[in-house]
């Protein structure tokens, strides 16, 4: 766990640059900068001057930008702002034990959409519907929560509430090497029958070329994040006739095509594979296509360490039997933790507003001098800025018009059973599924023990 205080150097780190909007630094000092695009909201920013928040990340470029920017909101609005960052294997648990604690030690925090429904039934996290209504402290015109990627919006949602704002977020695509599929006359595959052949097609392992690869390490934001599209593509319904159900024939197809795919045509070991070691060996030039997060791209296409820059293509995931596409969906979203005082509440969706505003958006992707560019950003409108869909195109073939295709007609905001017991479900199916892809048991066996162990939970 790290933890961070924005200074005067995170300013100058920054080097940011405005294109869209007025310069926010004129020196290096905070209290210079420019913020007449954030005044421009008709709510009183100073309203809980004084007041110190603590937020928790993960270590990411994407909230690096962020820290480096958040001087300028400090300036604006009096509000003091402390940053940890904390690995994401463990930021989930310590949310967790500080919102049982109800000590109020994170104000709020880069929170895992799945965990909503948990949050929500034990009223951990403030529903944000007040906050949006409230013309005190929301200028709808100005704000434009509508604006915010519905997808990632829903999944934040709970029996019609948000919970979290979205502040970075990613979509599933098929990522190939356009290059060879062009050499071989092949296509981005349409269906997963298409997909299956295509991997057979430039299946190499002798010349160190394996025709795909999916995240194969166990984990409910790992090997369920891939098969939980599968299983609904397959038709799978998590409550079915109103009962819980993870096994079943559906559950048995999806994981029988998952299990062959990645026997066939993936590196053995893909089989303890997370979406970095995906793209680092694609990167190498050592596998033709993948199926993962459209922001593994800025790693693929790092002229630093990628063999192929130029020769990538972007697609939607392909269509299952049922001729549905459903794309794994994400976003580290904000809440309010509900132990707060209230001055500190009002800090922290202040604090969350001025984040996920278009401003702060833009300035930490495409206007950022910084090396690293977002490419999940949180705004349809900047998906569809011209500036920033140059730079997004850079990455290769088609990956805006994908990346939108997708988040607008492929996602589905029950992909998982998003269920107060997820943690349990996520870990308990995450063994299942690497048990059968590493042949320790059956496709039916592994997801029929996994039925066993939840039943119980699910009834209680």
């Known amino acids: ?45 100073r309203q809980a001057s ?20 958040a001087p300028q909101f400090e300036a604006l609005t009096g509000i003091s702002v402390r940053f940890e960052k904390i690995p994401p294997a463990q930021i989930r ?32 996290v403030e529903s944000l519907e007040p906050y949006l209504k409230d013309a005190t402290l929301t200028d709808p015109a100005w704000f434009q929560p509508d604006d915010i ?35 071989k006359g092949l296509k981005a595959a349409d269906t997963l029958e298409d997909y299956v052949a295509n991997a057979a097609a430039l299946n190499d392992p002798g010349n160190r070329l394996w025709g795909a690869a999916l995240r194969g390490v166990a984990g409910a934001g790992q090997n369920v994040y891939i098969y939980s599209s599968l299983f609904k593509e397959f038709g799978g319904d998590w409550f079915p006739g109103g009962k819980f159900r993870v096994n079943g024939a559906e559950a048995e197809a999806a994981l029988n095509w998952y299990v062959d795919v990645m026997r066939k045509y993936a590196p053995t070991a893909a089989q303890n594979w997370n979406w970095p070691d995906i793209a680092d060996a694609f990167s190498q030039g050592t596998i033709a296509s993948y199926i993962d997060a459209n922001t593994s791209a800025s790693v693929i296409t ?31 979203g904000f809440p ?15 604090f969350i507003q001025w984040a996920a505003s278009l401003q702060t958006q833009a300035l930490t992707s495409y206007q950022f001098s910084g090396p690293a560019k977002r490419s999940g950003v949180n705004r349809l409108s900047l998906w569809k800025n011209p500036d920033y869909v140059k730079l997004m195109n850079s990455f290769g073939d088609n990956f805006v018009a994908t990346t939108l295709d997708a988040l607008e007609q492929d996602t ?49």
Not at 106 to 121: K, N
Not at 302 to 325: D, L, Q
Not at 336 to 350: D, M, V, Y
């Open 412 to 460: 589905d905001v029950n992909w998982r059973p998003r269920v107060p017991q997820w943690p349990a479900i996520g870990d308990t199916l995450a063994t299942a599924i690497q048990q059968a892809l590493v042949g320790q048991a059956t496709t039916k066996a592994a997801l029929d023990e996994a039925q066993r162990r939840l039943e119980p939970m699910m009834r209680g």
């Open 93 to 124: 648990q310590k949310a967790v034990i500080d919102l049982t604690s109800k000590a109020g030690g994170y104000s709020t925090h880069a929170a895992d959409p799945m965990y909503y429904a948990l949050y929500a039934a034990n009223k951990w």
């Open 336 to 350: 309010i933790n509900a132990s707060l005082p209230e001055k500190r509440k009002k800090a922290t969706w202040l």
């Open 50 to 69: 004084g007041e110190q928040i603590t937020v928790a990340v993960i270590p990411a470029s994407y909230f690096d930008a962020l820290i480096a920017l």
């Open 149 to 183: 990627i519905p997808a990632w919006r829903n999944a934040n949602t709970i029996d019609g509430k948000l919970y979290g704002v979205p502040y970075d977020g990613e979509v599933t695509v098929q990522v190939y090497r356009k290059d060879l599929y062009d050499a």
């Open 302 to 332: 790092n002229p630093e360490k990628s063999k192929v820059v130029g020769k990538i293509g972007f697609a939607r995931w392909p269509k299952g039997p049922t001729g549905k596409r459903v794309s794994s969906i994400w976003n580290w």
């Open 1 to 45: 766990m790290t933890s961070v205080k924005p200074t005067r150097r995170h300013v100058l780190q920054a080097g940011l640059a405005a294109v869209a909007f007025p310069a926010l630094i004129r020196s290096a000092g905070a209290q210079d900068a420019d913020l007449s695009a954030y005044k421009a909201a008709k709510i009183d920013w």
